[in-house]
């Protein structure tokens, strides 16, 4: 008996536990591509991914739905077939974290329409093309031992990391790398390219994000920004992973980094910390703007006024972020945290990051001023030291309160400070070499800033399609207490013949403090008028109150050393109160092929801005802005389509236009303002194409933009005998500026050889106007380039990269044909990795520019070939590294920039990091996978 009761009880338990082993399943709907009939009876089968034994097997329903229950957890291949078609194959799992795989629509191909397009999943298809996001599948590229996502982005087509992790992609700057849909450190791309492991990714999706508005509604409001999101495998969501490293080079080099995160379901953990001066660490902030750098009022698209301080503030110079320029030092850190709870009703995404920078270095720039009959030389030598800290602290709250209603919080809070220090000895000069002024200067300031901003965004679908009421309401409030000193000796000379006749000294204790609030609430509300026509109505409301008081004090005598005497000349005290309402109305056409909208809004604004010392009246003034916007996309295939768009908007003249605020810090140029200034008006077109051919591997990319500008506001810079030019804005009649962009990319496998060979062909530039002496002056500002790119990879054993390709500037002006800085140029970069035996690698990457002598340079070329080099050996199952590395083997890292605007050419060389040798060790340590953790 009780054999037979232990017999009963194993046999129960066995019976439990085989039934939870088998509690998985798949589903899904399979149907024709082009006549979207039901493919009954098609034959499903499911098959192990390792073996390809036969799991399971079914046939499709009348309703083209089919459903495959007590399959057990792990990899499998499902194939779905039906006669004259082209088989379907997609790879896929189950685990505890994903029970039910869901196909949803599966669109089966007729074979005589195979060579016009395939549809093919899993490992086959390196690119998908899904709408508007371009999907990149990683097992078809080479992902080594402990890469990073940054190494896997390099070799997608159409997308290019440079030295400093900046990534391009078709043409346009990333600014966003999400992970699984969500923000990871906040805007810093590099913060998960650079640690986030390659081998964890399952895909690469690359679109443009829409604004939260358009992605609820489906209409498209212009709002976009290129975006990246990286998906996890889902055996990939469990663990933790994360490493160390450290490294001590010549000169004073060094560099040091920690990272850790903690994956379990739905929650993301993770911190880092970094310290380096090399330049390779830390130095990503990209939020700049949400950490309250800069300052200005400028209008915005929503029709809003931003406050803008007079030019900036003189004293505020930081914006806080490394460009090559000079010798940094970078200490950083971070806290991520995000989750899911409630059935994934809620969820919270939230970071900390705190860090500071300092960077010292010095610049020559050297100008080519042209004025009619008059063109001068400025020779400038500068010396920065620039310090700053802050920290910032954000989070994103999101409740779906039910099955139509959904509600996002964010917010966010920033605290700034900063201490710059700088020094400028300035000489213009004639032509012929006569001086006619000098310039010795130095500024030092100290600035404390907070900011913070929080939002709120409600959306409702009813029951009735398309019908959606959302509102967004949004604050902000951004303060700055800046104090400083200028101090300057400015000599005027006699430009016949080069005498000295006076100095101007100015020595000042300035203190600035300017605050601004923002308060607005948008409605929208979407109304279906026919089956697949939607009609979207919205009103805005916003208020701007912002204040700008501006101290300059003089020492009572030149032996004080206080500063009592308010210099009335530079100082100043506005306040800005700003009404604006806002209302339009677009429609929206979707169909299965194309989808097209159209229509406008218009907002009425109301400022009045109130000079606090009594100098000048109140000005008070009525803006109206209108904003048309067209789009339209179709699709040829699921693997292709075209889309074209318009956007035009009313730019008002900014408050430094119409009334400025004085400032000396540059007393050799005056800023005048001009209160008879009227809007100007843009129109902005844009173009994209994108295709992609699975058997061939064939890639298109094509993309572009134009736009003018009507009425635009240009300057009429006037140069006295002193050498001082007094600036004053006008508008421009019967005449227009315009700029353009446009970027193509081509890339497929050449066959046999095994190399994938693309090429790239852009272009942007710019004509726009003003006014020299009274005289009218047309700049032309263009640029061209064309590379071509060739990549190897084997795993384990190499991957080779070349791109390279000319370039051609155009930059003249009208009032000097003869005295350009028209020139060609080349680049090119490439690299390549060996993997020996011994766990040895050996690698080498290189840049090479060359831009030839102009004109207004004739006598300056300019080459720099950037060669590194490093050796490494990995040891414990490739988890230490041990690198020795080589920086600008070649010491050829010389600081170079040149450019042109309006009537002046400026080329400027300035100190940067250049040769040095680092021993680095790196720890990549990782324990995820397994399926999802039991509860």
Sequence with gaps: MKITIIG????????????????????????????????????????????????????????????????????????????????????????????????????????????????????????????????????????????????????????????????????????????DGEEFFGDDPTLVTKNLRADMVDKVQLYDKKSDQAAFTGIDDGVKDKTINIKLKEDKKNGYFGKLDGGIGTDGYYQGQALFNR??????????????????????????????????????????????????????????RYDGEGKPIARTGGVHYDTKWNGDKESLNTNYKIGSLTVDGTKNTQTLNNFPGNITTVNTDQTNHNYLFRQKLDLNYQLKIDSMQNLKVTADGTLRQSDTKSSFQTQNRLLNGNLTNTNDQDNSANVDGKVFNASAFYTKKFKKKSRTLSVNFRSSLNESDSKGFLKSTLGYYNSANGEHLRDTVTDQYKANKTQSTNISTNITYTEPLAKDFTLALSYMIAVNNANNDRRSFNKPSATAGIYSVLDSIYSSDYKLNQLSNQGGAVFNIQKQKFTFNFGTKIAGVKFKQVDEFGRTPDLTRNFTNWYPQASFQYKFTKQSSIRLSYNGNTSQPNIDQIQPVRINNDQLNIQTGNADLKPSFTNRYNISYNSYKVISNQYIWISGSYSTTSNPIVTNAVRDTSGVITYKPSNLKNHSTSTFWANSYFERKIPGININAGFELSANG????????????????????????LSKYKEKKYDAWISAGPTYTINSSSLNSALNNNGRGFNANGGF???????????????????????????????????????????????????????????????????????????????????????????????????????
């Design 8 to 179: 009963v009880l194993l046999f129960l338990v066995g019976t439990v536990s085989l039934s939870a082993q088998t509690n998985y399943s798949i589903k899904g709907i399979i149907a024709d591509t082009v006549s979207n009939s039901k493919l009954a009876n098609a034959s499903i089968s499911v098959i192990t991914a390792k073996d390809s034994i036969l799991q399971k097997f079914t046939r499709v329903k009348q309703d083209g739905t089919f459903a495959i229950n007590n399959l057990s957890k792990g990899k499998f291949i499902v194939l779905a077939t039906y006669p004259g078609y082209a088989d379907f194959v997609e790879h896929f799992t189950l685990d505890s974290a994903h029970t039910t795989h869901d196909f949803g629509r599966i669109s089966m191909l007729l074979k005589e329409r195979l060579l016009q397009e395939v549809i093919v999943k899993g490992k086959a298809a390196a690119i998908k093309i899904k709408g508007d996001t371009t999907e990149f599948n990683p097992a078809a590229y080479n992902i080594q031992p402990n890469s990073k996502v940054e190494d896997l982005l390099k070799q997608l087509p159409g997308i290019e990391v440079d030295k400093d992790g900046k990534i391009t992609a078709q043409g346009q700057t990333v600014k966003k790398v999400l992970v």
């Design 263 to 320: 994956f379990k379901g739905k929650q993301k953990f993770s911190v880092y910390g970094t310290l380096g001066n090399n330049g390779k660490t830390g130095l990503g902030w990209e939020d700049n703007n949400k950490y309250g750098g800069g300052s200005g009022m400028e209008m915005s698209d929503d029709g809003g006024f931003y406050f803008y301080s007079g030019g900036g503030d003189d004293l505020d110079s930081f914006s806080g």
């Design 766 to 789: 710019s004509s726009y106007y003003n006014f020299q002496n009274d005289t009218l002056n047309k700049t032309k500002s263009y640029n061209y380039s064309g590379s071509i790119r």
């Design 833 to 935: 990795n060996i993997y020996l035996p011994g766990k040895f690698q050996i690698g080498s990457d290189g840049n090479y520019t060359y831009n030839a002598p102009t004109k207004s340079f004739p006598d300056q070329d300019f080459r720099r070939f950037l060669l590194n080099a490093n050796i490494a050996r990995t040891f414990f199952k490739d988890a230490l590294k041990a690198t020795i590395s080589g920086n600008d083997l070649l010491n050829q890292n010389t600081g170079y920039n040149r450019t042109g605007a309006s009537n002046i050419i400026t080329q400027e060389r300035y100190t940067t990091i250049r040769r040095y040798f680092m021993f680095t060790l790196t720890w990549d340590f990782n324990k995820v996978g397994g399926g999802a953790p039991k509860k």
